[in-house]
């Protein structure tokens, strides 16, 4: 079968992560760079990729890197891709990407040339002029770094992210690759107890509940590449059968999920639904300085409110207090907390075990760990 690079952009701070994750696959990682997961694989592994990454943001098939530091270099170097071997003559290919400490800095030039070289390659494939595009979308990236071009080929279609059961969400939810990426770093017992006493629209718990499951985040979704003339239909349902074989039903964890918002509570609980995570939550509406629970040890990830996004600045530093007083009543109990808030250890009133700095959108944060 034919083999090649696969590139998995990620959040800044997620690289180790899907590193780890694509090594559980069983392929061989060829970098691991500043937002970006490199691997080689073949179309099973395109598959499988997509319907199992929980940390990484898509898939994309790398076609082609050169230098280019003049519009003549990007054409040349973007006609010599073999591009009638993956576009085919009706297909729509439009193309995206940017550019960053390079001489080439104007993203609409660079797409424009690379665009019309493919138009000049294809047409001399196919023999024509104009092309229709009203076929499969077959999407072009590109990515210029320090004068360093890299083509690439989008398998996924809408983000890796876009796990398919959180179709209603509250004023400010977390990327569910972000949530999945902290439940692994809390290192949760599948057999023990995880709590979020900031549920919001319940991605935290759900995506605990999936790892605990071990429930594909790509299971029940469509991604792009399902409509490629290159991937047999029978590769990627190969791929999702042995995704739902993998299933575990037989999990003991516990997760409780709470919200002072009753909408939030009620939209937890039908995500989870929807996640088919629902019998491992149990979901109540509840202010965090009252979390209790009756179990000696367990862990809680959350991403309690911060003034930049939801509340005024003191009210969060109010909640901060009262997370302070909750933890100290709780008997071996670790907590993660995601938050932007440089002074949160002061305000929680203990220091921190250790701190990860991660980026939840453009928002520099940091996961405060209590061991």
């Known amino acids: 079968m034919e083999r090649f690079e696969l590139v998995v952009p990620t959040l800044f701070g997620l690289e180790a992560l899907t590193a780890k994750e694509i090594r559980n696959l069983g392929y061989d990682t060829t970098s691991v760079t500043d937002g970006r997961v490199t691997f080689l694989g073949d179309f099973e592994a395109v598959c499988r990729a997509n319907i199992w990454l929980r940390t990484g943001e898509r898939v994309l098939i790398k076609l082609a890197e050169f230098k280019a ?7 040349d170097g973007t006609k010599k891709v073999d591009w009638g071997h993956w576009i085919p003559k009706n297909a ?17 030039d660079c797409q424009s040339i690379i665009k019309k070289a493919i138009v000049d390659k294809l047409s001399r494939e196919y023999g024509i002029r104009r092309f229709e595009e009203t076929g499969t979308t077959y999407r072009i990236e590109f990515s210029i770094m ?18 398919g059961y959180r179709k209603k969400s509250n004023a400010a939810p977390l990327r569910e690759t972000l949530a999945a990426s902290i439940a692994i770093l809390s290192r949760f017992r599948y057999d023990g107890v995880l709590a979020d006493p900031f549920c919001g629209s319940g991605t935290l718990p759900i995506e605990a509940a999936m790892i605990a499951k071990n429930i594909a985040p790509g299971l029940k979704r469509k991604f792009r590449a399902m409509d490629y003339r290159q ?15 993998l299933i575990k039903e037989d999990t003991k964890i516990k997760i409780f999920a709470s919200d002072i918002d009753d909408f ?6 039908e995500n989870a639904e929807k996640a088919d995570v629902a019998e491992l939550i149990s979901v109540k509406q509840a202010d965090v300085f009252d979390f209790t629970n009756e179990f000696s040890g367990g862990t809680i990830i959350c991403n309690p409110p911060y003034g930049e996004r939801l509340l005024e600045l003191r009210e969060c530093e109010s909640i901060y207090r009262k997370m302070g007083k909750m933890y100290k009543k709780l008997d071996k109990w670790s907590l993660y907390a995601l938050t932007p808030a440089e002074n949160f250890e002061d305000l929680f009133g203990r220091k921190a075990s250790k ?4 980026y939840n959108g453009m928002i520099k944060c940091n996961l405060y760990q209590y061991f």
């Open 69 to 75: 530091l003049s519009f003549d270099e990007l054409f």
């Open 92 to 108: 729509a290919f439009p193309v995206t990407g940017f550019s960053v400490k390079s001489k080439l800095f104007s993203v609409p």
């Open 146 to 163: 320090k004068d360093t071009v890299t083509l690439m080929l989008d398998t996924s279609g809408e983000g890796l992210h876009k796990r």
């Open 231 to 245: 991937i047999p239909r029978g590769t990627w349902k190969d791929a999702k059968e042995e995704a739902r074989e």
């Open 264 to 269: 939030a509570v009620n939209l937890t609980a």
């Open 355 to 358: 701190k990860r700095k991660l």
